[in-house]
């Protein structure tokens, strides 16, 4: 079942995800869900267990030992991230997730700089959350959207990258990897030509931080949004990454205390960043956890992530081409994609097949997978989707293969 991969020692580090050991269906769990969430390793569980069985306090207010602890320790997490992704420690944002840290751009930065006739390009790739936002931004104010398609490999046309940006553009927003197709976007190059016309660039890096080293000042993105949740860390805590000068200029998102210097009936102002971001008591337990799952993946090396995945990822593609009537989303380059692969298997109704693959203890994702846009373009109504991580092996790709085989049989019949 488990096998050591060149890149890391996956048997050792499966060791450290209690939930593996776990039966689903009277089989061994084989989890291809990573794209959704993450498992969570004990390291990450044990420092959310440690705060709250040990010093358990709000943060920035008190001045008892337990707020002192749990004020140091959630600080250090923002600190932990900072480094993981080369940026200040002031430009960290903690948010609840990618969702929220890109509705706080669109709300804040958007709502205060896009205008009639202004134009948001995205592209036809993008995840909802990365969409919807600046949907509601343009229909207040009167902009329009363009998206950016894709080719037959599914990678972004650059033609159109070319085409649709331009003096009219405001912001330009990119998944840096898809959650769909597993493609990986040259993000680098768009930003260049966003901030050639003078747009901004925000990555959602949803996809991209928890499985490859990622550099946001070499992107030299203006905004980075991604959640702890498919990183290894705890649900609830997300980062909105933005550069000084962009968040200095922007309004609150939301308002109350933490985010407050003064308050006077008068009116108010702000804390310095990152905290004019952070109204409220935070997930203080999420960032020390996420502060974990940073450490776990440093210690692993961001460079042996990226290279265990693409190996099980070839390896499963290698597998997928010669099955019948599967068709794959995505690139089969594996230089341009993750650990993400979207398929469907002749008539087979993604949901049914997940049902099936789900008897034998396979958790795949089925459905539209938060990307309406994409499927209309592609002319489908849903995908089934394997996504790995860190603790998946090739022996598990050898199992969900005899299942994709059985589903094809049952359904031939
Ligand atoms: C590319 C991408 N963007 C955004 C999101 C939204 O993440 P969350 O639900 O954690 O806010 C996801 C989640 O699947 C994603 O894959």
């Known amino acids: 079942m488990v096998e050591e991969l060149r890149t890391i020692n996956v048997a050792r580090i499966r060791e450290d995800f209690p939930i593996l050991k776990r039966q689903v269906n009277d089989k061994p769990l084989i989890y291809f869900d990573n794209a959704a969430t993450s498992q969570k390793p004990n390291a990450v569980?044990?420092?959310?267990?440690r705060y709250y069985r040990e010093y358990n306090a709000n943060i920035h207010r008190g001045i008892h030992k337990l707020a002192e602890e749990a004020t140091v320790a959630h600080e250090?997490?923002?600190?932990?991230?900072?480094?993981?992704?080369?940026?200040?420690?002031?430009?960290?944002?903690?948010?609840?997730?990618?969702?929220?840290?890109?509705?706080?751009?669109?709300?804040?930065?958007?709502?205060?700089?896009?205008?009639?006739?202004d134009k948001i390009v995205l592209t036809i790739m993008e995840h909802h959350s990365n969409i919807v936002p600046w949907q509601l931004v343009a229909e207040e104010k009167g902009a329009t959207i363009e998206f950016v398609k894709i080719d037959e490999n599914g990678e972004l046309r650059q033609d159109e990258v070319h085409e649709?940006?331009?003096?009219?553009?405001?912001?330009?927003?990119?998944?840096?990897?898809?959650?769909?197709?597993?493609?990986?976007?040259?993000?680098?190059?768009?930003?260049?030509?966003?901030?050639?016309?003078?747009a901004l660039f925000l990555v959602d890096a949803a996809q991209a931080v928890p499985h490859m080293p990622v550099d946001v000042r070499d992107i030299d993105c203006d905004f980075a949004a991604f959640s702890g949740h498919k990183m290894l860390g705890p649900t609830g805590i997300g980062?909105?990454?933005?550069?000084?000068?962009?968040?200095?200029?922007?309004?609150?998102?939301?308002?109350?205390?933490?985010?407050?210097?003064?308050?006077?009936?008068?009116?108010?102002?702000w804390k310095d960043l990152p905290y004019k971001f952070e109204a409220g008591t935070p997930n203080?337990?999420?960032?020390?956890?996420?502060?974990?799952?940073?450490?776990?993946?440093?210690?692993?090396?961001?460079?042996?992530?990226?290279?265990?995945?693409?190996?099980?990822?070839?390896?499963?593609?290698?597998?997928?081409?010669?099955?019948?009537?599967?068709?794959?989303y995505g690139p089969l380059n594996m230089g341009r994609r993750i650990g993400v692969i979207s398929f469907n298997?002749?008539?087979?109704?993604?949901?049914?097949?997940?049902?099936?693959?789900?008897?034998?203890?396979?958790?795949?994702?089925?459905g539209h997978q938060c990307a309406q846009p994409l499927m209309e373009f592609l002319h489908i109504p849903a995908t089934s989707r394997a996504s790995f991580?860190?603790?998946?092996?090739?022996?598990?790709?050898?199992?969900?293969?005899?299942?994709?085989?059985?589903a094809r049989k049952i359904f031939a019949r």
């Open 164 to 198: 649709l940006i331009d003096d009219s553009t405001k912001i330009v927003c990119v998944a840096s990897a898809s959650n769909v197709l597993g493609t990986v976007n040259p993000v680098k190059d768009i930003g260049r030509v966003a901030h050639r016309f003078g």
């Open 345 to 366: 298997l002749g008539d087979i109704h993604a949901h049914d097949l997940a049902s099936i693959l789900d008897e034998d203890g396979i958790a795949i994702r089925s």
């Open 45 to 49: 569980i044990d420092a959310v267990d």
């Open 239 to 269: 980062v909105l990454y933005g550069k000084s000068e962009r968040l200095e200029g922007m309004p609150p998102f939301l308002g109350g205390g933490e985010m407050i210097r003064e308050v006077h009936t008068t009116g108010a102002s």
């Open 76 to 117: 250090e997490a923002r600190e932990k991230v900072a480094k993981f992704i080369n940026a200040k420690r002031t430009e960290v944002v903690f948010t609840r997730n990618t969702t929220e840290a890109l509705n706080l751009v669109a709300y804040s930065w958007g709502r205060a700089n896009v205008g009639k006739g």
């Open 389 to 406: 991580y860190i603790y998946n092996t090739e022996a598990e790709v050898d199992v969900f293969m005899e299942a994709l085989e059985k």
């Open 284 to 328: 203080i337990s999420g960032a020390i956890g996420l502060g974990a799952a940073v450490d776990y993946l440093r210690n692993i090396g961001m460079q042996n992530v990226l290279d265990h995945e693409k190996e099980i990822t070839r390896y499963a593609l290698d597998r997928m081409k010669g099955v019948e009537g599967l068709n794959i």
